[in-house]
């Protein structure tokens, strides 16, 4: 370590002052407490010591000490220092979605590795759609085998009528997310599932059309966009989903579980006549639709919010919703992501939620970083490096309650425009970069001039060498 003598590393695990282990017992609690995730780090004459509470400190303090040593692998030392760190939010997410492209499973796990070196924790894995359903159901094969699978994908954003003529497809089957999963719990990762209901289900009901409203059988979806396609409410279409939920919770260890809930447009449920007398037997018919605004939730929704919120708390885990299934009928426990706006989060948290800021503004990855003309095709607007650094995801929580539930911030990665872990990577970084800082570091606020200039000093390591371009 010093390119003179040699040094050992010691990793110690030792109750750090004020870090509460004895209080933060269960699994949910265990990962909702920042201060499990802090560790010390001496750089002795003879020794190296990281001192943490709990394992998760321990692998933070590695990928200090791996920062350290830099790109030569410490052959010219490293300084002795002591580092007292701990991060300032306890969910620090990325979302990738596999569902408009199926990405291979050697990325995933090149994923998980740079999360983990930004001492990220969450994997949000989005693994349904209306263009793809990605993970093998065994009492449902043909999710996969019909469900996987489009015949095309849109050719590109001028024409989003015309497609580009070649098959695309692929899923996951449970041994191999099974051994994800394990591999990201190693390096401090939890691998979150979302599972998107009752909408964005185009791609299962073309595999089961009875799931459906249709009468006439659809393919998996080959454009982008929101889908009228929905689920309809037969008691054998809740017994699908609570099957599919099983096998998720037999794969996926992790406390939460997302049952998605965004852009659910009501047209199929409104021209139901089965629908309509199920509404009609539970008193609901009146205004049970759109009131809520263009996509927002209705009575089925909420109804189904509710359902499946029962199924999961009945299994010990927690729900996560999109905000728009936040509306008044939703129990006070579920984790809201906040994706429309801030405000969405705010008000979600003001009702008691424990929400994690998601907006689209200053989070989605998959919108344009550049106003450069060279940039890729790319959906939505403009979030630049600056946007996303100096986003403070507590901003405009004045309530000290409100803000205490705002626990978490989480980087979005639509997959509409990244058909290629490349352009996965090429959106992703820097940005994400920035959000991990923002959602561990202590600042608060806007960024100071100062910070903001240091953060790029310090993705200088991230250029290719030789590379001058602010975006590396
Ligand atoms: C929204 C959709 C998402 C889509 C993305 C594109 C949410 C929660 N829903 O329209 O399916 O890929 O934005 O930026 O974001």
Excluded at 140 to 164: C, F, I, K, N
Excluded at 305 to 331: C, K, M, N, Y
Excluded at 348 to 368: C, E, K, L, N
Aim: charged share 25%; proline share 6%.
């Amino acid at each position: 370590l010093t390119g003179k003598g040699e040094r050992r590393i010691q990793l110690r695990l030792d109750p750090l002052p004020q870090t509460g282990v004895a209080e933060a017992a269960g699994r949910q609690a265990y990962h909702l407490d920042a201060r499990l995730e802090a560790y010390r780090l001496d750089v002795g004459e003879d020794a190296v010591t990281i001192t943490a509470s709990a394992v998760d400190g321990l692998r933070h303090g590695v990928q200090t000490l791996r920062q350290l040593l830099g790109d030569d692998r410490g052959a010219a030392g490293i300084p002795g220092v002591r580092i007292h760190d701990s991060p300032r939010l306890p969910w620090r997410g990325s979302l990738l979605d596999v569902g408009r492209w199926y990405q291979p499973v050697d990325y995933l796990y090149r994923y998980v590795e740079s999360l983990a070196a930004h001492k990220l924790n969450r994997l949000h894995l989005h693994l349904t759609e209306d263009q793809g359903w990605r993970l093998e159901i065994r009492r449902y094969p043909e999710l996969t085998r019909v469900g996987a699978w489009r015949s095309e994908s849109p050719a590109g954003h001028a024409d989003q009528a015309r497609g580009d003529g070649r098959p695309h497809g692929g899923f996951y089957t449970q041994q191999e997310l099974r051994d994800l999963v394990e591999f990201a719990r190693r390096r401090g990762v939890v691998v979150v599932p979302e599972i998107d209901l009752p909408g964005h289900v185009t791609a299962a009901v073309a595999a089961y059309p009875a799931l459906g409203n249709a009468t006439q059988p659809i393919p998996v979806s080959t454009r982008w966009g929101i889908h009228t396609s929905v689920l309809n409410v037969e008691p054998a279409t809740v017994a699908f989903v609570d099957d599919v939920l099983s096998e998720v919770l037999e794969v996926f260890p992790s406390p939460w579980i997302h049952i998605g809930g965004d852009e659910c447009p009501t047209t199929e449920w409104e021209s139901s006549p089965r629908v309509q007398a199920w509404l009609a037997e539970r008193g609901l018919a009146a205004g049970g639709f759109g009131e809520r605004g263009e996509h927002g939730a209705s009575a089925v929704q909420d109804w189904y919010s509710q359902h499946l919120v029962a199924f999961l708390t009945e299994r010990g885990r927690v729900p996560i919703v999109w905000d728009e299934a936040a509306t008044e009928a939703l129990p006070q426990h579920v984790l809201v992501m906040a994706w429309r706006d801030e405000q969405h989060g705010l008000d979600a948290a003001a009702r008691g939620h424990q929400v994690i800021m998601t907006p689209q503004q200053r989070s989605y990855f998959d919108w344009y970083q550049s106003q450069a003309p060279d940039e890729p095709l790319a959906i939505g607007g403009l979030t630049t490096l600056a946007d996303v650094y100096d986003y403070d995801v507590r901003a405009g929580a004045e309530d000290e309650s409100v803000r205490d539930r705002i626990i978490g911030s989480q980087g979005q990665l639509w997959g509409e425009y990244l058909p290629s872990p490349e352009r996965v990577d090429y959106m992703a970084f820097p940005r994400l970069c920035a959000l991990a800082e923002r959602a561990w570091g202590a600042m608060t606020g806007p960024a100071t001039e100062r910070a903001a200039a240091d953060f790029q000093h310090r993705l200088a390591v991230h250029r290719p060498s030789g590379s001058d371009s602010p975006l590396g």
